[in-house]
C-alpha cells in the first residue's frame, strides 16, 4: 500500500518545480505572441492589435486563446485518431521536459545535473518524432508533406547545433549547465569584458553565428519554416488540426524558441551572470539578466521572420550539409586548438 501521507513531503516540491517552467513558459508565450504580431506590424508599418484591452492590444492573446479553448475539437475522419490527438501533447512534453536542466538563477534549477546539455538534447530530439507522428496520422498529403520535410530538416541541423554545442564543452570542461555558467561569472577579459565564453576564444563566435542559424532551422523559424509554409502546404503538419490541440503546437513552438535562446544564453553570454560584474547581482537580478539575454535573442528570430524570404528545401540542406556541418567540424578542432595553445 502507498502511504500518500507520507509522499506529501516529496510531492510538493515536485509540483512547484514544475509549475514555476510552466508558468514561464505560458507567461511568455501569451506576451511573445502579442510581441512578434507588434513587431511585424512596425516592421511592415502598420499597428498590429490595437483593440483588445485598449493599451496596444495587449489582451489580444488572451481573447485568441479563449476563443481556441471554445473550438470544436475536430479529428478527421480517416485519421489515426490516438496518434491524432496524442502527437500535440507530445511535442509540447519535448520541449516542457527540456527546461528541468535550465539554470534560471544560481538558486533555482529543476534538475541540477552533470549531463544537463546531452539530457537538453536527448529530449528535444522527441520534438521531430512528434512532428512525423501528427503528420502521418492526420492522413492528409500536405501534413505528409511537411512532416517528411520535418524529419530531414530537424535531422540534418541538429548536426551542427551539437556540434557548436562540443565547442563550449571543450572549452568548459562540463556538461552541467549550472557549471558552465558559473565559470562565466566576473569581468577579467580585458580588465573590463564580461567572462562570457563567447569573448574568451574568437572561434566561439563562429559557433554562435553556426548556432543561431541552426536554432532557426531546428525551432521551424524564417527562412527555415518549409515544414508548415502556408504558400505552398496549406499549414504543413498542422493542417488538420484545430481548437486546444493546434494551440498547444503553437505553445510548443514558442517554448522551443525560448529554450533554445535561453541555451545560448548559458553556453555563450554568460547564463545570469550580470554583465556588470558584481553590480545588479543577486536571485532577482539573476533571473531578470538570463531571461532578457534568452529574450533579445527570441526578438531576433521575430525581427528575421519579417526580414528574410524563405529558402527552397534544396537551398536548405545545402546550407546544412554543404556548409554548416564542414564549418562547424572545423571550428570545433580550431577551438580545441586554441585551447591548447593558449
Not at 180 to 195: H, R, S, V
Amino acid at each position: 500500500m502507498i502511504n500518500f501521507a507520507a509522499n506529501t513531503t516529496y510531492t510538493l516540491p515536485i509540483l512547484v518545480h514544475a509549475a514555476v517552467p510552466l508558468t514561464i513558459i505560458v507567461v511568455y508565450a501569451l506576451v511573445a505572441i502579442w510581441g512578434e504580431r507588434k513587431v511585424a506590424g512596425f516592421i511592415q508599418d502598420r499597428l498590429g492589435p490595437m483593440h483588445v484591452g485598449r493599451w496596444h492590444g495587449w489582451a489580444q492573446s488572451i481573447a485568441d486563446l479563449l476563443k481556441l479553448l471554445q473550438k470544436e475539437d475536430i479529428v478527421p475522419k480517416d485519421a489515426s485518431r490516438f496518434l491524432f490527438k496524442f502527437a500535440p501533447f507530445m511535442m509540447f512534453a519535448a520541449s516542457y521536459a527540456a527546461f528541468a536542466v535550465i539554470p534560471f538563477s544560481s538558486g533555482y534549477i529543476g534538475s541540477n545535473i552533470n549531463i544537463g546539455v546531452f539530457y537538453l538534447l536527448a529530449v528535444t530530439s522527441l520534438l521531430t518524432l512528434s512532428i512525423i507522428m501528427a503528420a502521418w496520422a492526420s492522413n492528409n498529403k500536405w501534413s505528409l508533406l511537411g512532416g517528411m520535410r520535418s524529419a530531414a530538416q530537424m535531422v540534418s541541423y541538429e548536426v551542427p547545433t551539437i556540434a557548436t554545442v562540443l565547442t563550449v564543452i571543450v572549452v568548459a570542461g562540463s556538461l552541467n549547465l549550472m557549471t558552465i555558467t558559473e565559470m562565466q561569472a566576473g569581468n577579467d577579459i580585458l580588465g573590463f569584458l564580461p567572462n562570457w565564453l563567447i569573448f574568451q576564444n574568437p572561434f566561439l563566435i563562429v559557433a554562435f553565428i553556426i548556432f543561431f542559424i541552426s536554432i532557426l532551422a531546428e525551432a521551424h523559424r524564417v527562412p527555415f519554416d518549409l515544414p508548415e509554409s502556408e504558400s505552398e502546404l496549406v499549414a504543413g503538419y498542422q493542417t488538420e488540426y484545430s481548437g486546444i490541440r493546434w494551440a498547444m503546437f503553437m505553445l510548443a513552438e514558442y517554448a522551443d524558441m525560448l529554450l533554445l535562446s535561453l541555451l545560448g544564453a548559458v553556453l555563450f553570454f554568460g547564463g545570469w551572470n550580470s554583465p556588470f560584474g558584481d553590480f545588479m547581482s543577486g536571485p532577482f537580478w539573476e533571473f531578470f539578466w538570463f531571461m532578457l539575454k534568452g529574450l533579445l535573442l527570441v526578438f531576433v528570430m521575430m525581427w528575421i521572420r519579417w526580414t528574410l524570404p524563405r529558402y527552397r528545401v534544396d537551398q536548405l540542406m545545402h546550407i546544412c550539409w554543404g556548409i554548416l556541418i564542414p564549418l562547424s567540424f572545423i571550428n570545433l578542432v580550431l577551438v580545441a586548438l586554441w585551447e591548447v595553445i593558449f
